[in-house]
């Protein structure tokens, strides 16, 4: 029983340097960059989901001062920004959670 209490510690002992391993690289990353690499490529992500957003918005409705619903021209191009949203999800590996 003693050898595998010795192996447990073994393993704790290497699990508490491995993390702190992990802690003091990102610190370092981030104190050199600013931020690490996974928030760098989070950032260019949102930034082009904004712009893809704003162009939705666009093409959906051009002039945004009007009100009231779409025309019959704005309705058919909706059926296409869903399909085409739909395609764009699934490239970027957006899934949607099951319920």
């Known amino acids: 029983m003693e050898a595998l209490a010795a192996l447990s510690l073994a393993a704790n002992v290497m699990q508490v340097v491995q993390f702190a391993a992990q802690i003091i690289t990102t610190g370092n990353e981030i104190f ?3 931020s690490t690499s996974h928030n760098a ?3 260019l992500v949102s930034a082009d989901l904004k712009v893809l957003n704003d162009n939705l918005k666009g093409f959906a409705r051009p002039d945004s001062l009007v009100q ?3 025309t019959q021209d704005y309705q058919v191009r909706i059926p296409t920004l869903t399909c085409w949203n739909y395609s764009l999800s699934r490239a970027i590996g957006f899934e949607r959670s099951s319920r």
């Open 32 to 34: 050199q960059t600013g």
């Open 41 to 43: 490529e989070i950032e």
């Open 68 to 70: 009231g619903p779409l």
